[in-house]
């Protein structure tokens, strides 16, 4: 019997061992032979890339205007019209530079129209990148009427100058007759000329007119090419889109004042290949509104404590946690970046020398350019701790600092939008307790450091909260009953109301703060903790996507060297 069960057990193991036998010859057998001359191309197609810029055309505006070619196309295109040129760019040829490099500014050198300082010897343009990986085997061309455009950026192609778009049309046409040419560029500028005339917005007609101009040229580019004689036996895609968008002040109500209502970052990216399904790329979900009335803390504002017990808001040796929300206004540098002033605190005063300061005993939370910074005296030491992160320009951010006990070290941790980005050892700062009165907005100063922001929803807690508390309620508007600290609560100021004179404690306590100051009384309708700039440019099309893009599309190998920041986006 034994015997038999290991005779049968034998023939299975060689039934299986016959079968996958079998199936690694079949797998042999689909290799090809090394002499075999057939390429990828017989079964794919060989791959060619035709690349439409237009300067100055804004998404938006060109989403609104009459663009009948453009729209034919989005069936097989991946598409946006809320793609992003360079947040940071202080000129077009910034842009220019994103898209034939591949990265941003702070890796090829330029940000403003000085094409001189570039990088490029670090960061190689597109068409360099092409021709050291594939030698001469992919030709490419650039058409422009400007000529510092085609210095640059024809480098290693044939490089033609154009009178002007319809000059730049019909050499684009005339090269789409070349067999031999695998990637064509097609510089267009008259939008750009109108946006800078007339107005970057669908609403000025000359502007408009020049959209829709451009449009027709794509349609006579578009029948030029699918008239070439092995179209169907190529693999072509098209990518049509504008190095920036123009500075054009949006309608409020179409103001979310998040990256993409900056209309000179706003462009269109249309990736069309025939053998595309649709795909479009919107505007990502930003977060929750904060909607109400709210009090402007600039100039000398501020709320105090006059009445009540401010020993209550000692930080001393105990644990604690302070949350407030902020939203900041652009300052006299038309930015938002603000240096020291002060937005929450309890000490007698706030200025330079804070180090060397005794009388400065106390606490503070102060901004730092675009971040923020949590500083204190105790009765044994000073110090501060960064934030080390920026806040998000032009909507509502939540920051948070909590107190507590690690490893038998007293320790801050730092919150910004629920992310920890700080923790610290202040135990030799000893106890924080001071005489001063509790308030928001301005502390005394001899220095000219002022804010101009909205604060709001404002928490104070004798507990810390915990990493995971802080994240899951930092976006959140208000207390709820089953808050797992709520016992801990020692004031709450909501600080959405039109009274101007008296911020209300709903907490427990009812530690109402007075005001002093004239306080502009504003309603807002804005994001809450949104992600961050980068963040959602992440989330859309890019100008540095665009050579990564063609640099996958012509199966040219991609390095990790080159250290790209652009993605590539794929139609599924």
Same mark, same amino acid.
């Given at each position: 019997?034994?015997?038999?069960? &290991?005779?049968?057990?034998?023939?299975?193991?060689?039934?299986? &061992?016959?079968?996958?036998?079998?199936? %690694?010859?079949?797998?042999?057998?689909?290799?090809?032979?090394?002499?075999?001359?057939?390429?990828?191309?017989?079964?794919?197609?060989?791959?060619?890339?035709?690349?439409?810029?237009?300067? !100055?055309?804004?998404?938006? @505006?060109?989403?609104?205007?009459?663009?009948?070619?453009?729209?034919?196309?989005?069936?097989?295109?991946?598409?946006?019209?809320?793609?992003?040129?360079?947040?940071?760019?202080?000129?077009?040829?910034?842009?220019?530079?994103?898209?034939?490099?591949?990265?941003?500014?702070?890796?090829?050198?330029?940000?403003? $129209?000085?094409?001189?300082?570039?990088?490029?010897?670090?960061?190689?343009? &597109?068409?360099? =990148?092409?021709?050291?990986?594939?030698?001469?085997?992919?030709?490419?061309?650039?058409?422009?009427?400007?000529?510092?455009?085609?210095?640059?950026?024809?480098?290693?192609?044939? *490089?033609?100058?154009?009178?002007?778009?319809?000059?730049?049309?019909?050499?684009?046409?005339?090269?789409?007759?070349?067999?031999? &040419? @695998?990637?064509?560029?097609?510089?267009?500028?008259?939008?750009?000329?109108?946006?800078?005339?007339?107005?970057?917005?669908?609403?000025?007609?000359?502007?408009?007119?020049?959209?829709?101009?451009?449009?027709?040229?794509?349609?006579?580019?578009?029948?030029?090419?699918?008239?070439?004689?092995?179209?169907?036996?190529? $693999?072509?895609?098209?990518?049509?889109?504008?190095?920036?968008?123009?500075?054009?002040?949006?309608?409020?109500?179409?103001?979310?004042?998040?990256?993409?209502?900056?209309? *000179?970052?706003?462009?269109?990216?249309?990736?069309?290949?025939?053998?595309? *399904?649709?795909?479009?790329?919107?505007?990502?979900?930003?977060?929750?509104?904060?909607?109400?009335?709210?009090?402007?803390?600039?100039?000398?504002?501020?709320?105090?404590?006059?009445?009540?017990?401010?020993?209550?808001?000692?930080?001393?040796?105990?644990?604690?946690?302070?949350?407030?929300?902020?939203?900041?206004?652009?300052?006299?540098?038309?930015?938002?970046?603000?240096?020291?002033?002060?937005?929450?605190?309890?000490?007698?005063?706030?200025?330079?020398?804070? !180090?060397?300061?005794?009388?400065?005993?106390?606490?503070?939370?102060?901004?730092?350019?675009?971040?923020?910074?949590?500083?204190? =005296?105790?009765?044994?030491?000073?110090?501060?701790?960064?934030?080390?992160?920026?806040?998000?320009?032009?909507?509502?951010? @939540?920051?948070?600092?909590?107190?507590?006990?690690?490893?038998?070290? +007293?320790?801050? +941790?730092?919150?910004?939008?629920?992310?920890?980005?700080?923790?610290?050892?202040?135990?030799?700062?000893?106890?924080?307790?001071?005489?001063?009165?509790?308030?928001?907005?301005?502390?005394?100063?001899?220095? !000219?450091? +002022?804010?101009?922001?909205?604060?709001?929803?404002?928490?104070?807690?004798?507990? *810390?909260?915990?990493?995971?508390?802080?994240?899951?309620? @930092? %976006?959140?508007?208000?207390?709820?009953?089953?808050?797992?600290?709520?016992?801990?609560?020692?004031?709450?100021?909501?600080?959405?109301?039109?009274?101007?004179?008296?911020?209300?404690?709903?907490?427990?306590?009812?530690?109402?703060?007075?005001?002093?100051?004239?306080?502009?009384?504003?309603?807002?309708?804005?994001?809450?903790?949104?992600?961050?700039?980068?963040?959602?440019?992440?989330?859309?099309?890019?100008?540095?996507?665009?050579?990564?893009?063609?640099?996958?599309?012509?199966?040219?190998?991609?390095?990790?060297?080159?250290?790209?920041?652009? +993605?590539?986006?794929?139609?599924?």
């Amino acid at each position: 019997m034994k015997k038999r069960i &290991l005779n049968s057990i034998s023939a299975i193991m060689l039934i299986i &061992l016959g079968l996958n036998i079998t199936s %690694c010859q079949e797998e042999f057998s689909k290799v090809i032979p090394e002499n075999d001359t057939d390429t990828v191309d017989v079964i794919y197609g060989t791959p060619k890339v035709l690349l439409l810029i237009a300067d !100055g055309a804004r998404g938006e @505006s060109v989403r609104t205007s009459n663009v009948t070619t453009i729209n034919a196309l989005l069936p097989h295109s991946i598409y946006s019209w809320v793609s992003l040129s360079e947040e940071n760019a202080a000129g077009i040829s910034s842009n220019w530079a994103n898209l034939f490099t591949g990265v941003n500014y702070t890796k090829h050198g330029v940000r403003e $129209n000085d094409l001189e300082a570039n990088k490029f010897d670090a960061y190689p343009l &597109l068409a360099a =990148r092409i021709k050291e990986s594939s030698g001469d085997s992919i030709k490419m061309s650039t058409i422009s009427p400007n000529a510092t455009f085609l210095k640059y950026f024809g480098a290693n192609t044939k *490089a033609q100058a154009a009178q002007n778009d319809e000059d730049v049309t019909t050499k684009v046409i005339n090269d789409l007759k070349d067999e031999k &040419l @695998s990637f064509i560029t097609g510089h267009f500028t008259a939008i750009d000329a109108a946006g800078k005339t007339a107005g970057y917005d669908v609403s000025k007609p000359a502007y408009k007119a020049a959209i829709e101009k451009f449009d027709g040229q794509v349609g006579q580019i578009i029948k030029a090419l699918e008239a070439r004689p092995n179209y169907a036996k190529e $693999n072509w895609m098209v990518i049509i889109t504008s190095s920036q968008g123009g500075e054009y002040e949006i309608p409020p109500a179409q103001n979310d004042n998040t990256i993409f209502s900056n209309a *000179a970052l706003n462009t269109f990216t249309i990736i069309y290949s025939p053998k595309y *399904a649709t795909k479009f790329i919107g505007k990502p979900f930003i977060g929750n509104k904060f909607i109400g009335d709210f009090m402007r803390f600039n100039a000398e504002n501020y709320a105090q404590l006059d009445v009540g017990d401010n020993s209550i808001f000692n930080l001393d040796n105990t644990d604690f946690t302070i949350e407030l929300k902020i939203k900041k206004n652009k300052g006299r540098d038309n930015n938002y970046a603000f240096w020291y002033p002060s937005i929450i605190g309890k000490r007698q005063h706030w200025q330079g020398g804070w !180090g060397e300061d005794p009388s400065g005993i106390g606490w503070v939370i102060h901004l730092d350019g675009e971040s923020w910074i949590f500083n204190a =005296r105790g009765d044994k030491g000073t110090g501060e701790v960064k934030a080390g992160r920026n806040m998000n320009r032009g909507t509502w951010n @939540s920051i948070a600092v909590t107190g507590q006990m690690v490893d038998g070290k +007293r320790t801050v +941790r730092l919150f910004t939008n629920g992310e920890q980005t700080k923790e610290a050892d202040i135990t030799g700062w000893g106890s924080i307790t001071s005489d001063a009165k509790f308030r928001i907005g301005f502390l005394e100063t001899r220095e !000219g450091w +002022r804010s101009d922001a909205y604060i709001a929803d404002v928490k104070f807690w004798k507990e *810390a909260l915990s990493p995971e508390t802080i994240k899951q309620y @930092s %976006c959140d508007v208000g207390i709820v009953s089953n808050h797992p600290n709520i016992n801990f609560l020692a004031a709450y100021w909501p600080m959405n109301s039109k009274d101007a004179t008296t911020i209300v404690d709903e907490g427990p306590l009812g530690a109402n703060l007075k005001t002093n100051g004239t306080y502009p009384i504003t309603t807002l309708n804005d994001f809450i903790c949104a992600p961050t700039s980068s963040t959602l440019s992440s989330m859309v099309p890019r100008n540095i996507d665009i050579s990564t893009q063609i640099i996958s599309w012509l199966k040219v190998p991609r390095q990790l060297s080159w250290g790209l920041d652009g +993605r590539v986006w794929i139609d599924k």
